[in-house]
Every structure is written in structure tokens, then in C-alpha cells.
């Protein structure tokens, strides 16, 4: 048997890794250097023993801050299901917008049904849900796998071409945005809560319309049609319908004002990804031809670290990814200034050499005790390409001319497979703050959680979440080791400090940041309910013992469970996402 498990072992593995360097030859002659090993043993992509734990070891460490006093302590679970459609793509269209199979690692879905790499908010807005309310917000993280080196089976991969066409269709479609008004709202007295809801869908309602109206007539009129035919007119419905929410609420608490500046809307000629820093909940300028700089993964290429290079190694990857982001932003800083060679005099070169220099710390650092790694400094030199790169991590490989490989037939990609562990349960529950009330969150909201990359970008934005059914208490960064009749457990806690403006931000980061120990957000952020998602699953006692579990992750973290993440997209129907505030804010505990 143990000899039959590894022909079993290397037969698939060769197999996933031959269809990689096939892809990547077909791409353009990349050049590429595979190692097979030796063909008696197993490829090494399990994860590193090292990183199981027994939660019996793990201190207790998650405890709540204390609530002040006119704390929101309400709570609202949306029941999204498990997934049972399989709903999984190596795609992350909030943090890496428009670069198909991106992740290198396979999502699990809730909620949105046409979740994908191409997915803006437009095709989010118009798709179904697994959400039984109508939330049609997208909830998704890395599968977790039990891998036996047995030919584990999953479900075959569905194509996702559909809703890439459709996502591909709605973005090259102009839309009409409009500023939120949920978020806007103060707090709403009981007595008023079905007129405001019925007037929010209202609004939802106006929109779509509107949208509808604008493409059916595409073409039709002189220079101002759109705006007299159909922003005009949306405007006065709208002014209308807000002053009657106004009105409602005042009847019986102070009649809030200002709102009827909320009620102008404007065309955007695409519907935006989210990839883009987005005013009011309106979308984010731009869309899926929004150019990045990308820059060739420097972490893949390093030989083995010593233990004495390694902090200086790390802060170095973290300054490359620093660097980078800065560089990004200075191209949409400086867009349209300068002439033709603008970019490569004034970003791409001094990138260049700043890039160099930090290598070549890198690399003196290692060489100190170890052999100086050679040629690194190839990799210096970036590039500028349409949404390149992977997600904000900071490299990626070279850039985004080359195709990345999607799932085999078995939803296998490359150093991740294995059997997908479906979870036995998924809970989505918004929790208020500590420190006072609530505000609503925009639609089209992007937050996420934990970071997919810490071998480069370092810790800072790692989120210990792994424990076991009745150890909440205690979180670890490690897989946890359950005693007999407790499950693996993924807590997932999300930011929660709003910045008031922008549905999402260049690093995808600082719109929306964790509040302080105490639970309080900082100057200029404001409180919005803070979204926990819990996964359990159904792993066997003797599987986790023998460390045969384990979560999709890059190839470059090798499985390591400091690498869990988990993204949002808030597209709730403004009704919605104002009984969710409202129940919160009135310390009720709600399922929806």
C-alpha cells in the first residue's frame, strides 16, 4: 500500500506541474526551471509538520474589549449556505481586479453567484445570490483540503466563462451611479423603519431603471439626452424620495438635513471593479483597463535563508512591496502630466534603482553566511501593464502578460490539492462596536481580512484565526490540533473603521482599518459593523493528528497557515444593510 500511495502521489503531482510548464512555454518562451526530484518520492507540496498545534497548548487570547457605555452590541447573521452549488475560482476580484486565476489557489463562495476575476459592480448587482434574505454580497476564502496522497477526488471545476462574459459585458457598458444614502442616515426611530426601508428599495429601484432606460436608448438624442432624459429625472425621484425618508424620521426625532445633496447622480462609462479608490458609494472611476505597475517576484528566487539574514531579508521584501505601492500611486497621482517618456524618466526608473539597491542588501546579508546569491539584480526592472500584478501583494512573476493556470478537471491547481473540505458550518454575523453606534457600510464596499502574501509583505497584516469548536477563546496561527469531539474552526474578523468616503483604496488597506485594542476607531473613521465569518469543519481526529490538512495558499507560502485571508464585497440593498445597522444599534440579536 505505501508503495501503490506514492506512484499515486507523483502520477498526479507530475502531472500538475507538467501542465504549468506547458502553459507557461505556450505563453512565450519563459524561461523556467523545474525540478522534478527524484522520481521515488513524493513532490514536497504538503504543509510543514511544524505548523500543527495542539490547541490544549494554546493560551487563551481573544477576549473582547469592554463595551462602553451606549455600546451597539446587536448582532445580524445572514444565513448564505456552505456552498453547496461549488461555487470555487482561483480568482480574487477584489484584490487583484481583472487577473484571471490570480490567486493561484482555490476560493471557496458564498452569497454572489457570478463572483469572478472580471466581476465589477455592475455584473455583482445584477447576478443571484445563495444568501436566503437577498444578499447578494460576496463572501470567500481559501478552501481548506485534506491531502492523504491518495488520488483524492473533488468535484469537477465548473467553467466561470459566463459570468466572466457577462462581468466582461457590464463593465464595457456605461452606468449611472449614484452617492449611497443608508450610510448617510442617522438613526431611525422605530415608528419610521418601514417607511425608510420601503423608500431605500425605492431608490435601489429608481437606479436600476435609470440603468436600463440608459442602455435601451444608447445612441438616441443629441449631447445632453442622458442628462435631460434620464440623470434629470432620476434626480427629482430621488429628491423626492429621500425628503420623505427626512420627513418619516422627523416625525418623531430630529428631521435630519443636507440629505437632498445626496440625490444628483452621474454617468460612469464603465461600472469600475473596485480597484480604484470610489467617492459615496458610487463605484470606482476607472475599470478593468486601469494600468499598474508590476515588478518580478523577488521572494521565488532567493535560496534558503540563514537564520541570521532573515530579519534583514524580510524587512527588505517589505520595502520592495513598499515601494512598489508608492510607485503605484505616483502613476495615478501624476496621470496625463509630462511627455511621452514621463513614467519610465520619473516611476519606472528611479523604481529601478531604489529596487537594486535593496536587492543588493538582500543578497550581502545572505552572503554573510552563506553562499551570495548571483543575478538577482535581472529582477530590479518593472514594468507597466493593465491591471498587472497580484492583488496589491507587491510582485508577480514579471508581469501580467503571462497566463496564469486555472483548476485541472479535478479543481487541482498547482501545489494545491488534495480533497476540497466543503465546511460543515458557515456562520456570517455582523457585530456592532464596543465604543457606541454604528453607520452604515457603502455598497460595493470592499474589505478583507488577513494577508495571502506574508512571505512578502511580512506580518503586519496576518490574522491569527485558526482554533477548534469550544476554544473560541483561543486563536493560533498554526493548524490546530482539536481534542476528540471538537472541529476545526476559521474565525474571520474584519476591519471595521470606515474613512467615510471610499468604498476601496490603492493597497485595498486604508479605507477601512481595525479599531484599537479598546475597540474604537480612529480620528477621520467611523465604526460600521464588523463582520465575522466562522468556518468549522468536519476534519476526522486521526487526519489532523497526522497533519494531513491544510489551506490553498501562493505556492510561495507552502501552505502556511499564517497566510488565511477572507474577502468581502458589500452589495446589500441599502433596505437591507439599514435593518442590519438598525438591529445592531438596538442591541438585538437578528437572523436573516
Same mark, same amino acid.
Given at each position: 500500500?505505501?508503495?501503490?500511495?506514492?506512484?499515486?502521489?507523483?502520477?498526479?503531482?507530475?502531472?500538475?506541474?507538467?501542465?504549468?510548464?506547458?502553459?507557461?512555454?505556450?505563453?512565450?518562451?519563459?524561461?523556467?526551471?523545474?525540478?522534478?526530484?527524484?522520481?521515488?518520492?513524493?513532490?514536497?507540496?504538503?504543509?510543514?509538520?511544524?505548523?500543527?498545534?495542539?490547541?490544549?497548548?494554546?493560551?487563551?487570547?481573544?477576549?473582547?474589549?469592554?463595551?462602553?457605555?451606549?455600546?451597539?452590541?446587536?448582532?445580524?447573521?445572514?444565513?448564505?449556505?456552505?456552498?453547496?452549488?461549488?461555487?470555487?475560482?482561483?480568482?480574487?476580484?477584489?484584490?487583484?481586479?481583472?487577473?484571471?486565476?490570480?490567486?493561484?489557489?482555490?476560493?471557496?463562495?458564498?452569497?454572489?453567484?457570478?463572483?469572478?476575476?472580471?466581476?465589477?459592480?455592475?455584473?455583482?448587482?445584477?447576478?443571484?445570490?445563495?444568501?436566503?434574505?437577498?444578499?447578494?454580497?460576496?463572501?470567500?476564502?481559501?478552501?481548506?483540503?485534506?491531502?492523504?496522497?491518495?488520488?483524492?477526488?473533488?468535484?469537477?471545476?465548473?467553467?466561470?466563462?459566463?459570468?466572466?462574459?457577462?462581468?466582461?459585458?457590464?463593465?464595457?457598458?456605461?452606468?449611472?451611479?449614484?452617492?449611497?444614502?443608508?450610510?448617510?442616515?442617522?438613526?431611525?426611530?422605530?415608528?419610521?423603519?418601514?417607511?425608510?426601508?420601503?423608500?431605500?428599495?425605492?431608490?435601489?429601484?429608481?437606479?436600476?431603471?435609470?440603468?436600463?432606460?440608459?442602455?435601451?436608448?444608447?445612441?438616441?438624442?443629441?449631447?445632453?439626452?442622458?442628462?435631460?432624459?434620464?440623470?434629470?429625472?432620476?434626480?427629482?425621484?430621488?429628491?423626492?424620495?429621500?425628503?420623505?425618508?427626512?420627513?418619516?424620521?422627523?416625525?418623531?426625532?430630529?428631521?435630519?438635513?443636507?440629505?437632498?445633496?445626496?440625490?444628483?447622480?452621474?454617468?460612469?462609462?464603465?461600472?469600475?471593479?473596485?480597484?480604484?479608490?470610489?467617492?459615496?458609494?458610487?463605484?470606482?472611476?476607472?475599470?478593468?483597463?486601469?494600468?499598474?505597475?508590476?515588478?518580478?517576484?523577488?521572494?521565488?528566487?532567493?535560496?534558503?535563508?540563514?537564520?541570521?539574514?532573515?530579519?534583514?531579508?524580510?524587512?527588505?521584501?517589505?520595502?520592495?512591496?513598499?515601494?512598489?505601492?508608492?510607485?503605484?500611486?505616483?502613476?495615478?497621482?501624476?496621470?496625463?502630466?509630462?511627455?511621452?517618456?514621463?513614467?519610465?524618466?520619473?516611476?519606472?526608473?528611479?523604481?529601478?534603482?531604489?529596487?537594486?539597491?535593496?536587492?543588493?542588501?538582500?543578497?550581502?546579508?545572505?552572503?554573510?553566511?552563506?553562499?551570495?546569491?548571483?543575478?538577482?539584480?535581472?529582477?530590479?526592472?518593472?514594468?507597466?501593464?493593465?491591471?498587472?500584478?497580484?492583488?496589491?501583494?507587491?510582485?508577480?512573476?514579471?508581469?501580467?502578460?503571462?497566463?496564469?493556470?486555472?483548476?485541472?478537471?479535478?479543481?487541482?491547481?498547482?501545489?494545491?490539492?488534495?480533497?476540497?473540505?466543503?465546511?460543515?458550518?458557515?456562520?456570517?454575523?455582523?457585530?456592532?462596536?464596543?465604543?457606541?453606534?454604528?453607520?452604515?457600510? /457603502?455598497?460595493?464596499?470592499? !474589505?478583507?481580512?488577513?494577508?495571502?502574501? $506574508? &512571505?512578502?509583505?511580512?506580518? =503586519? +497584516? @496576518?490574522?491569527? #484565526?485558526?482554533?477548534?469548536?469550544?476554544?473560541?477563546?483561543?486563536?493560533?496561527?498554526?493548524?490546530?490540533?482539536? /481534542?476528540?469531539?471538537?472541529? !476545526?474552526?476559521?474565525?474571520?474578523?474584519? $476591519? &471595521?473603521?470606515?474613512?467615510? =468616503? +471610499? @468604498?476601496?483604496? #490603492?493597497?485595498?488597506?486604508?479605507?477601512?482599518?481595525?479599531?484599537?485594542?479598546?475597540?474604537?476607531?480612529?480620528?477621520?473613521?467611523?465604526?460600521?459593523?464588523?463582520?465575522?465569518?466562522?468556518?468549522?469543519?468536519?476534519?476526522?481526529?486521526?487526519?489532523?493528528?497526522?497533519?494531513?490538512?491544510?489551506?490553498?495558499?501562493?505556492?510561495?507560502?507552502?501552505?502556511?497557515?499564517?497566510?488565511?485571508?477572507?474577502?468581502?464585497?458589500?452589495?446589500?440593498?441599502?433596505?437591507?444593510?439599514?435593518?442590519?445597522?438598525?438591529?445592531?444599534?438596538?442591541?438585538?440579536?437578528?437572523?436573516?
Amino acid at each position: 500500500m505505501p508503495g501503490n500511495t506514492g506512484r499515486h502521489r507523483i502520477s498526479r503531482r507530475t502531472k500538475i506541474a507538467t501542465g504549468v510548464l506547458a502553459l507557461a512555454v505556450a505563453a512565450g518562451g519563459i524561461a523556467i526551471s523545474t525540478t522534478f526530484g527524484d522520481p521515488g518520492s513524493a513532490s514536497a507540496d504538503e504543509a510543514d509538520p511544524a505548523l500543527y498545534i495542539d490547541i490544549l497548548k494554546v493560551a487563551p487570547n481573544n477576549a473582547e474589549p469592554a463595551n462602553s457605555r451606549g455600546a451597539s452590541t446587536g448582532t445580524f447573521t445572514v444565513d448564505c449556505g456552505r456552498n453547496e452549488n461549488g461555487h470555487f475560482n482561483p480568482d480574487n476580484f477584489v484584490a487583484q481586479p481583472g487577473i484571471r486565476n490570480g490567486a493561484q489557489h482555490l476560493h471557496d463562495y458564498v452569497g454572489n453567484l457570478s463572483s469572478n476575476a472580471d466581476s465589477n459592480n455592475k455584473s455583482l448587482d445584477a447576478a443571484g445570490t445563495t444568501c436566503k434574505n437577498g444578499d447578494k454580497s460576496a463572501y470567500f476564502w481559501p478552501v481548506v483540503r485534506i491531502d492523504t496522497g491518495e488520488e483524492e477526488k473533488n468535484p469537477p471545476a465548473k467553467s466561470p466563462d459566463g459570468d466572466r462574459d457577462e462581468a466582461a459585458q457590464a463593465g464595457a457598458t456605461p452606468v449611472i451611479a449614484c452617492p449611497d444614502v443608508a450610510s448617510k442616515l442617522p438613526d431611525v426611530p422605530d415608528s419610521a423603519m418601514a417607511e425608510v426601508n420601503r423608500n431605500l428599495e425605492l431608490l435601489d429601484t429608481q437606479i436600476d431603471e435609470a440603468n436600463k432606460r440608459l442602455i435601451s436608448t444608447q445612441g438616441q438624442g443629441g449631447p445632453n439626452f442622458v442628462q435631460n432624459a434620464i440623470l434629470g429625472p432620476l434626480k427629482d425621484k430621488r429628491v423626492a424620495t429621500i425628503d420623505r425618508m427626512a420627513i418619516a424620521i422627523g416625525r418623531t426625532a430630529a428631521k435630519p438635513q443636507g440629505l437632498g445633496a445626496l440625490a444628483p447622480c452621474a454617468l460612469k462609462e464603465q461600472a469600475g471593479t473596485g480597484g480604484n479608490p470610489a467617492s459615496n458609494g458610487g463605484g470606482a472611476p476607472g475599470g478593468a483597463a486601469a494600468q499598474q505597475i508590476t515588478c518580478p517576484d523577488v521572494a521565488g528566487k532567493l535560496p534558503a535563508v540563514p537564520a541570521s539574514a532573515k530579519a534583514e531579508v524580510d524587512r527588505n521584501l517589505q520595502l520592495l512591496n513598499t515601494q512598489l505601492q508608492e510607485a503605484n500611486k505616483r502613476l495615478v497621482d501624476t496621470q496625463g502630466q509630462g511627455g511621452p517618456n514621463f513614467v519610465q524618466n520619473a516611476i519606472l526608473g528611479p523604481l529601478k534603482d531604489k529596487r537594486v539597491a535593496t536587492i543588493d542588501r538582500m543578497a550581502i546579508a545572505i552572503g554573510r553566511t552563506a553562499a551570495k546569491p548571483q543575478g538577482l539584480d535581472a529582477l530590479a526592472p518593472c514594468t507597466l501593464g493593465a491591471q498587472a500584478g497580484n492583488g496589491g501583494n507587491g510582485q508577480n512573476n514579471g508581469g501580467a502578460a503571462q497566463p496564469l493556470p486555472g483548476p485541472d478537471a479535478n479543481n487541482e491547481l498547482p501545489e494545491n490539492d488534495g480533497e476540497i473540505q466543503r465546511p460543515a458550518k458557515v456562520g456570517i454575523t455582523f457585530h456592532g462596536s464596543p465604543a457606541g453606534p454604528v453607520t452604515a457600510m /457603502p455598497k460595493f464596499l470592499r !474589505v478583507l481580512t488577513g494577508d495571502a502574501k $506574508p &512571505s512578502i509583505n511580512g506580518t =503586519k +497584516n @496576518t490574522r491569527a #484565526a485558526w482554533t477548534c469548536t469550544g476554544f473560541e477563546n483561543r486563536l493560533t496561527d498554526k493548524y490546530p490540533i482539536c /481534542p476528540e469531539g471538537s472541529k !476545526v474552526e476559521r474565525i474571520h474578523t474584519f $476591519p &471595521s473603521c470606515w474613512d467615510g =468616503k +471610499n @468604498t476601496d483604496s #490603492a493597497n485595498h488597506r486604508t479605507h477601512i482599518v481595525f479599531p484599537d485594542k479598546n475597540g474604537r476607531c480612529g480620528a477621520g473613521f467611523k465604526a460600521v459593523p464588523q463582520l465575522r465569518i466562522s468556518l468549522v469543519y468536519d476534519i476526522p481526529h486521526d487526519i489532523q493528528v497526522k497533519k494531513q490538512y491544510k489551506v490553498d495558499s501562493f505556492p510561495t507560502e507552502k501552505h502556511n497557515p499564517l497566510s488565511d485571508h477572507d474577502d468581502f464585497a458589500n452589495v446589500m440593498s441599502q433596505s437591507i444593510m439599514n435593518q442590519l445597522v438598525n438591529c445592531i444599534n438596538r442591541n438585538k440579536t437578528c437572523n436573516a
